[in-house]
């Protein structure tokens, strides 16, 4: 969401750089009209990407029909979301905050009616949503749930981030949601160092992680083993080796560097 310098300024957050150590700090958001043109800019940018996208997803629908594919379900989301400002980010970091996990979730075609949900979900359910809608049976090895299961309980969602560091370490932090109610923090420490209660704090200013209150203790207790069962490989990892023309392939979609 929208965070402005009135929301902001002069407020005391607790900011964790879940990389590393816990700091506080007083945010006090520059006024500069350079920065705020400079933010302005970017997000013209990221709108105008946004349009460009819509407009080729259209031709897609149009394809589609014109095609008669009546059973066939299109899906629409994302893998992550920009930063504008918020807590000094701009593109999108190493962080788990709602400006850059909070994405879209679009499904349709098929029998699928109209509708909408604010149940909690999580990019791992599209597989096992997708393997639903055709009829595919799946086993245990599956993470997540299919969106369309009426008969399963009211879920939790994860999000994930990892950052590598030198000598091969890495850190992974989380967001757990239940409800509204979120938490953040560090998997390698076994415990939460965020909480939020998003129908009341959207902007996650307000850290109730040591404010007293039941809840964050409840909900990681609850979904502790869920977390770590959703970050183990389902299949034991294998090398493959790829051909020149696939090697190229990628080349052309920007892997591997220069």
Known sequence: GDVSAEMLQARRLARIDLHGSMQTETIQLRADSDVAGAQDS????????????????????????AADMESAIVLLTSDH???????????????????EVHVPLIIGGGKIGSGSSSSAASLVDIPTTLA????????????GRSLF???????????????AHSKGKTT????????????QGKLEDGTFLLAFDLAEDPNELDNLAESGVSWPGEIYARWDESLREAVRLGTPPKS???????????RAMGYFGD
């Open 42 to 65: 970017f997000l013209k940018l990221y709108q105008g990407g946004a349009a460009d996208l819509d407009k080729g997803f259209g031709k897609l629908l149009r394809l589609i029909e």
């Open 81 to 99: 979301g920009e930063s504008f400002g918020e807590r000094w980010v701009l593109y999108h970091d190493n962080n788990v905050y709602e400006e």
């Open 132 to 143: 639903h809608l055709a009829g595919i049976d799946t086993d245990d090895s599956w993470v």
């Open 149 to 163: 299961d009426e008969s399963a309980s009211e879920p939790c969602a994860f999000s994930f981030k990892r950052q």
């Open 172 to 183: 992974s932090i989380f967001a757990l949601y239940e409800g509204a109610r979120k938490l």
């Open 240 to 250: 493959i080796v790829l051909s020149e023309t696939e090697l190229e392939g990628l």
